[in-house]
């Protein structure tokens, strides 16, 4: 009979699951995952104007946008290295009727583990001018808010590796 | 090191920022003049039609969710004006290497399946999409002949909803052309939307 402590069976449970062993490191009780949810716009305002110590980082994608899906794991590995410093939000921008058809299998085949918020709001031109001025309404986009100093980036175009954390930097400082 | 990749970052920032907000025409300039090929082989410019009041440029695709739900929409819009001088043209602006759903062959394809009444053109070279200064698909620019020059009365998105469009509130290109055919201004001139991305060649 072999007996395993908590740690090592943390440790088991990492090395079986493979596929986000990097994560292992970080993971503690604290950092729940919260459930993938349909918000209106004061929900994105209320992310937008959050007063946290942490960096807002806010992707607008959807599900049918293959340059949204292609950067996603950048995002993904900024929410999993610097969950202590950095809030990633991904405003899905699909359908509201189609959240628990397409939006959620596709959270769960990805294994995303950022927070996930479909924004249904429609009426686009109510509100994307709201989020910024420059912003088409192209996607994928990207705003990135520090809550602390006051800096703010908005980027409307796809972003290679390397690049968020540039601007993450340059932001956080 | 990272103070020059830094400042080098910027300034690349900064150039896209010019790009995405002030290249382009705006509303109440002159529409720019293109020479670009239709599905059927045939050159289409602004002096196509020379009856033509205005025209009604779509920039859209094959291969866009958003575009494909306007579709039917773009082919209502031609139906319902361009016998009052304002047709369509439709003009794909993707790279063919980008987005292969979207080449010529495959233009074709659909013009045909959907029975498309307008003109569906190829940007080859981008050139008139850049000039433009589109961003996403659908992204219409409605114009208006003042003297002998097209004018630009509207930028922005065909309605208020792209999911089911007759539970649309607004019909920005139909009150544009309403505007401007009963003499008035155009009341809302310049919308946004959520769409896709032009797909740019390298």
Redesign the interface.
């Known amino acids: 009979m072999i007996h395993f402590t908590v740690m090592q069976k943390q440790i088991l449970l990492c090395v079986l699951s493979g596929l986000f062993f990097w994560s292992c490191a970080g993971n503690t009780a604290d950092q729940v995952q919260e459930a993938p949810k349909v918000i209106k716009w004061d929900g994105l305002e209320a992310v937008i104007n959050k007063k946290s110590e942490k960096l807002q980082v806010i992707n607008f994608w959807a599900t049918?946008?293959a340059?949204c899906i292609k950067e996603l794991p950048y995002f993904e590995e900024v929410n999993e290295s610097s969950s202590d410093k950095i809030d990633v939000t991904l405003i899905s921008?699909d359908?509201a009727?189609e959240f628990e058809k397409r939006v959620l299998p596709f959270v769960e085949k990805r294994n995303l583990r950022s927070r996930v918020m479909l924004l249904d709001e429609?009426?686009?031109?109510?509100w994307?001018?709201k989020v910024d001025p420059?912003?088409?309404?192209?996607?994928?986009a990207t705003l990135i808010i520090n809550p602390s100093n006051g800096k703010r980036?908005f980027?409307?175009?796809?972003l290679n590796e390397g690049?968020l954390n540039?601007?993450i930097?340059?932001i956080l400082n | 090191m990272?103070y020059v990749?830094?400042i080098l970052?910027?300034a690349f920032?900064l150039i896209?920022?010019f790009t995405?907000?002030d290249a382009g025409v705006k509303v109440g300039d002159t529409a720019i003049d293109f020479n670009l090929k239709n599905v059927d082989g045939k050159m289409i410019s602004l002096k196509s039609d020379a009856n033509a009041k205005g025209y009604i440029l779509v920039f859209t695709c094959n291969t866009c969710?958003y575009s494909k739900m306007y579709e039917d929409r773009i082919i209502a819009l031609h139906k319902k004006y361009a016998g009052q001088g304002y047709p369509v043209v439709a003009i794909q602006p993707n790279n063919a290497d980008k987005s292969p759903g979207d080449s010529y062959p495959n233009m074709q394809k659909r013009a045909k399946e959907k029975g498309f009444p307008f003109p569906y053109v190829l940007d080859e070279t981008q050139e008139t999409t850049e000039a433009y200064g589109a961003?996403?698909t659908p992204h219409v620019y409605v114009l208006n002949k003042e003297g002998g020059d097209f004018k630009v009365a509207y930028i922005?998105?065909i309605d208020?909803?792209?999911?089911n469009a007759s539970?649309a509130?607004?019909r920005y290109v139909e009150e544009a052309i309403d505007a401007l055919s009963a003499g008035n201004s155009v009341g809302t001139s310049d919308?946004?939307?959520?769409?896709?991305?032009?797909k740019w060649a390298n």
């Open positions: 049918w946008c340059p921008l359908f009727d429609i009426d686009y031109n109510s994307i001018d420059s912003w088409s309404g192209a996607i994928p980036k980027l409307e175009k796809e690049e540039s601007l930097e340059e | 990272n990749s830094s970052i910027s920032l896209g920022g995405a907000e969710p961003t996403n922005g998105a208020n909803n792209s999911r539970a509130t607004r919308t946004k939307a959520i769409g896709c991305t032009i």
